[in-house]
């Protein structure tokens, strides 16, 4: 079945430090690809999607490109702040199954220290 | 895209006790959503509430334990019932939107 795999957390890292959180995923079909972010005490956000191969899905300066070939959709952002920690979850959609139904990783802890 | 208002934040319950969770939604949607997050741990699918008939539920889950309503389509509700510390979780209500998976902002259930 279709499957979701991040690296684990958590991870620290220093303001203006790169951040590469990796995703791996398995699916029959064509699926659509998604980072969510979860702020402290806060519910899910949507950061990113891309939905077809070779997509790059940006929003507030993180990026992440549909890998097909690698079936990866790793997070990226050049330079990391204090605010940006928080959890962040891959997850995965499969449209042609019509339930709409996600699946998500485990989640990647982020801390950033001043 | 939509706005969910969910509540309560958050509850600290006895065992063998229910909680109903409620989420509102700004705008009409057919289907809601309602997932669990497992301390340390990602979220999974309950069920799916569609207006108008039974919930879906996934593997695992039953309407006994986790019954749904859908009274229409702004609205829903989540009972957790004769709750055990096992339920302790934070419940998310969530609907497909244009751009993707809009989350209300949780309910952090503690039970005792």
């Known amino acids: 079945g279709n499957s979701v795999t991040q690296m684990e957390g958590p991870v620290t890292l220093s303001e203006e430090a790169f951040l590469t959180i990796n995703c791996t995923y398995t699916a029959t079909g064509y699926p659509s690809l998604f980072w969510y972010v979860q702020y402290p005490g806060e519910g899910l956000q949507l950061l990113l999607k891309a939905t077809k191969a070779d997509d790059k899905g940006s929003n507030k300066g993180f990026e992440a490109t549909y890998r097909k070939e690698t079936t990866s959709f790793h997070l990226e952002k050049g330079s990391v702040q204090v605010s940006d920690s928080a959890v962040y979850f891959c997850?995965?959609?499969?449209?042609?199954?019509?339930?709409?139904?996600?699946?998500f990783g485990t989640g990647t802890r982020l801390k950033v220290l001043a | 895209s939509a706005v969910i208002s969910q509540k309560p934040s958050r509850d600290i319950c006895q065992r063998g006790t229910s909680l109903t969770i409620q989420c509102q939604v700004d705008?009409?949607?057919?289907?809601m959503f309602w997932y669990r997050q497992q301390p340390g741990q990602s979220l999974t699918l309950i069920a799916t509430?569609?207006?108008?008939?039974?919930?879906?539920?996934e593997s695992g889950f039953v309407i006994d334990k986790f019954p749904i309503s859908r009274p229409n389509l702004t609205f829903s509700t989540l009972t957790v019932s004769n709750m055990s510390p096992e339920d302790s979780s934070i419940y998310l209500c969530?609907?497909?939107?244009?751009?993707?998976?809009?989350f209300g902002s949780g309910t952090r259930l503690t039970v005792v």
């Open positions: 997850a995965l959609s499969d449209p042609p199954s019509g339930t709409y139904k996600y699946i």
């Open positions: 969530s609907v497909v939107s244009g751009f993707g998976y809009t």
């Open positions: 509430a569609n207006q108008g008939s039974e919930a879906t539920y």
């Open positions: 705008s009409q949607v057919t289907m």
